[in-house]
């Protein structure tokens, strides 16, 4: 079995998240007032989450190209697992089971890429 490149992987890791956050805000951003009907939220925290998460698209960028890599999948893999928690919570507030299950499904996804930062970090060489 082949090792992972950790430098590699992680960088398409970063790269892959930024992609995401930016189609998934842009998407939440202009579907806000189609979503608020599913959540019970207001489509304005709807639509200002979306376009924080395309800000947070263009942070990642930012930090891939400034950071070192292994400060860079840190930061993102903590964020990701705090997004995660709290787009899960956020399927609570649902009107729908199908719905509830969407909004899972977001959250599993930002939880597997805080999964691939934390492959990469561990398979970076060690610091010293």
């Known amino acids: 079995m082949r ?9 398409w890791s970063l790269r892959l998240d930024a992609a995401y956050c930016a189609a998934l805000g842009t998407a ?8 608020a009907h599913g959540v019970a939220l207001p489509p304005l ?9 395309v800000v947070w698209a263009g942070g990642v960028l930012w930090m ?4 070192p890599l292994r400060r860079a999948l840190g930061l993102v ?13 956020i ?11 969407a909004v899972l499904a977001v ?9 691939s930062q934390a492959i990469a970090l561990r398979a970076l060489p060690a610091r010293g």
């Open 3 to 11: 090792r992972i490149n950790g430098d590699t992987f992680g960088r």
């Open 28 to 35: 939440v951003a202009l579907g806000a007032g189609q979503i």
């Open 45 to 53: 925290v709807i639509a200002a989450s979306g376009v924080a998460v």
């Open 64 to 67: 891939l190209s400034r950071l």
């Open 77 to 89: 893999m903590i964020a990701n697992v705090l997004a995660a928690i709290a787009v899960g919570f």
């Open 91 to 101: 399927s609570a507030t649902a009107t729908a089971v199908l719905i509830v299950g």
């Open 107 to 115: 959250a599993i996804d930002i939880a597997l890429f805080a999964t």
